[in-house]
């Protein structure tokens, strides 16, 4: 176990590299807000989704974002520019170019 440290929300921890997480899970502040952006999901439409959280934890991780926004947007700016890194890096997969050589993508 990596250690943490506590913060004034008593859901969220911050591991060694403090990055918020919710406290008895592996799930990063973070990966909850992308839920909220990408989908609009509600609170309680991500305690349906992610029934592992309860809705104390979820309240406790939206409040965490609020307070630290700035911080979790950039964080969350960060990590697309690098899965887009990776993406452009990787290249075409092979089965994406023979679909497309055979005219069907």
Request: hydrophobic fraction near 35%.
């Given at each position: 176990m990596?250690?943490?440290?506590?913060?004034?929300?008593?859901?969220?921890l911050?591991?060694?590299?403090?990055?918020?997480?919710?406290?008895?899970?592996?799930?990063?502040?973070?990966?909850?807000?992308?839920?909220?952006?990408?989908?609009?999901?509600?609170?309680?439409?991500?305690?349906?989704?992610?029934?592992?959280?309860?809705?104390?934890?979820?309240?406790?991780?939206?409040?965490?974002?609020?307070?630290?926004?700035a911080?979790?947007?950039?964080?969350?700016?960060?990590?697309?520019?690098?899965?887009?890194?990776?993406?452009?890096?990787?290249?075409?997969?092979?089965?994406?170019?023979?679909?497309?050589?055979?005219?069907?993508?």
């Amino acid at each position: 176990m990596t250690p943490s440290t506590t913060t004034e929300y008593k859901h969220i921890l911050l591991d060694d590299r403090q990055v918020p997480f919710i406290k008895g899970t592996s799930m990063k502040v973070v990966e909850l807000v992308t839920s909220v952006q990408a989908y609009g999901w509600s609170p309680e439409e991500l305690h349906f989704q992610y029934p592992h959280l309860n809705m104390s934890q979820i309240y406790s991780a939206l409040a965490y974002y609020w307070e630290h926004k700035a911080e979790i947007d950039a964080d969350m700016k960060r990590r697309f520019e690098y899965s887009e890194k990776l993406r452009k890096d990787a290249g075409e997969s092979t089965l994406a170019k023979r679909l497309r050589y055979e005219g069907l993508i």
